[in-house]
């Protein structure tokens, strides 16, 4: 039988996890603080332990440093009412299991206690000890990114698995996603942190330059050459170099750079002395790179060695729920910026953004904003304020054939992922205009629970703007969240 440690002050919550956990065979034990929890890994033997990042006697970073010295290889599940995509990132790079948002839904961690039950059975404690002490106590705690959708969650997880460890790591997304802050996320989080982090887009550089910016060349090499360059991967050494759009190389140019990857030296151009490196590359594109190897339009194996981890970035009509906490962030930007006056966006606004499929993801909706704060005139920035075109867009109400066009058009590689959400939005907001905003009627009629419901308006950005009174009786409980729950986590800005 495992033993699962939940460590929270609210006693609703402990409750909350023995219903979940009925029916498995499963000890539930549980504390209040961190002090106890550690008396506690010293008397029984836990399986897997489940933290509130709120323990009244210590930080998150800290707990996980005590429970992994008392055993390295335990699985540790926190859980917050609010965070940042740093916290999530150093949770996961200091070895925790998952991190979870609050309110929690019965189903899903029902779920995540069997799987870290399960990795406690077959996990080796060894390695489990090498991640524990490979997390730095002076953590960075600079936030580059906003966004607490699922999907979004998942990428700072992501980021935070890999970014300690000495791989390469492959970005996928379309164009304006935010694939350099993703990038640059990870080197902040990595060992090299304090050297070189270096960008090129292999895209804009013509094929002659982009040579001469990536190795070098020396004086006299080609014409205009008048003095000795030294290229990225030289002065990155000991630090990372990030690879925009690699997609777009050509193949000579994916030749060298496998070269480079495989022997760790080069020579500049032009020259015959030959220069050792120590590069981490993260590599970025938005093609299809798997399409382009096997039409032969990219090597197989240069894209083997920038694939070892990869992390696909959501588009931003997939993370509509984060597009109000992007509002907020940007019009505060650029207010500052241009010294106009604070200003927030309206309810009709907000929902008229929400309704844009936005092809150019969150750098369109940058440069949306910043063209309205210049028309605003007020504290409020209604929806006459953008450009007449989304406004037209926004204002029309797409049909199912409309959708399944405009995404062929745009080129989509999940076109059924898409069609599955654009339905599910569809029939969620029909119901709950049918109950009038009421989430428990809306639940019964869907025959789903109320919990499952605000997961999924959430994740759709689904927006209710009147107050719905709940019944107390409804189906199935979510886990409680915490009294003093605060907005949603600041994390991301693409």
């Not at 335990?74 to 740093?86: D, E, F, R, Y």
């Not at 997390?135 to 979004?152: E, K, T, V, W």
């Not at 090597?299 to 060695?305: I, P, Q, S």
């Not at 049909?399 to 959400?421: K, Q």
Request: contains cysteine; hydrophobic residues 40%.
């Amino acid at each position: 039988m495992a033993s699962v440690l939940v460590v929270d002050r609210d006693p609703a919550v402990v409750s909350a996890f023995r219903r979940c956990l009925q029916g498995l065979d499963v000890t539930v034990l549980s504390t209040h603080t961190a002090a106890n929890a550690s008396e506690m890994l010293a008397k029984y033997r836990i399986d897997v332990v489940v933290v509130d990042t709120a323990t009244p006697d210590g930080l998150a970073p800290d707990v996980l440093r005590e429970i992994h010295g008392h055993d390295a290889a335990i699985p540790v599940i926190l859980i917050t009412a609010s965070g940042t995509a740093n916290a999530a990132i150093e949770a996961i790079a200091c070895g925790a299991f998952d991190y979870v948002y609050k309110p929690l839904q019965p189903d899903k961690m029902r779920e995540l206690v069997v799987q870290a039950c399960r990795s406690r059975q077959l996990q080796s404690p060894t390695e489990r000890a090498k991640e524990s002490a490979s997390c730095g106590r002076d953590a960075i705690s600079i936030d580059s990114m906003i966004g607490s959708c699922l999907p979004m969650q998942e990428v700072y997880k992501a980021i935070g698995r890999v970014a300690s460890k000495k791989v390469n790591v492959l970005i996928l997304g379309e164009s304006g996603t935010g694939k350099e802050l993703v990038a640059e996320a990870i080197q902040r989080h990595s060992t090299r942190s304090a050297a070189q982090f270096l960008a090129v887009n292999c895209a804009a550089i013509p094929e002659p330059l982009l040579e001469s910016e990536l190795f070098g060349h020396e004086k006299g090499a080609f014409t205009g050459a008048d003095s000795k360059r030294v290229g990225k991967f030289e002065q990155c050494s000991g630090g990372t170099l990030f690879l925009d759009e690699v997609g777009d190389m050509t193949p000579i140019m994916q030749s060298k750079v496998l070269r480079v990857l495989q022997e760790g030296r080069f020579e500049r151009v032009g020259g015959n002395k030959t220069v050792e490196t120590d590069v981490r590359i993260i590599a970025a594109t938005n093609r299809n790179l798997e399409q382009m190897v096997s039409s032969g339009q990219f090597r197989a194996d240069l894209y083997y060695r920038l694939n070892v981890f990869n992390i696909q970035l959501p588009p931003l009509r997939e993370r509509v729920a984060d597009i109000p906490l992007l509002v907020e962030h940007f019009l505060r930007t650029y207010c500052r910026e241009l010294d106009r006056s604070p200003c927030t966006a309206s309810p009709e606004t907000l929902e008229l953004l929400s309704r844009y499929s936005w092809p150019g993801n969150v750098r369109e909706l940058q440069s949306v904003l910043k063209r309205a704060v210049l028309r605003v005139s007020g504290p409020v920035l209604m929806p006459e304020y953008l450009p007449g075109d989304l406004v037209t867009r926004g204002n029309h109400v797409m049909g199912f054939d409309d959708f399944i066009d405009e995404r062929l058009r745009a080129g989509s590689t999940t076109l059924h992922a898409e069609a599955l959400a654009f339905i599910e939005r569809a029939m969620l907001t029909k119901v709950l205009k049918h109950t009038g905003g009421n989430q428990s009627q809306a639940a019964k009629i869907l025959n789903i629970t109320r919990g499952t419901l605000r997961s999924k308006i959430r994740e759709l950005g689904i927006m209710i703007h009147q107050a719905v009174q709940v019944e107390a009786a409804d189906s199935e409980p979510a886990l409680p969240a915490s009294p003093n729950i605060e907005a949603p986590p600041r994390a991301a800005v693409p």
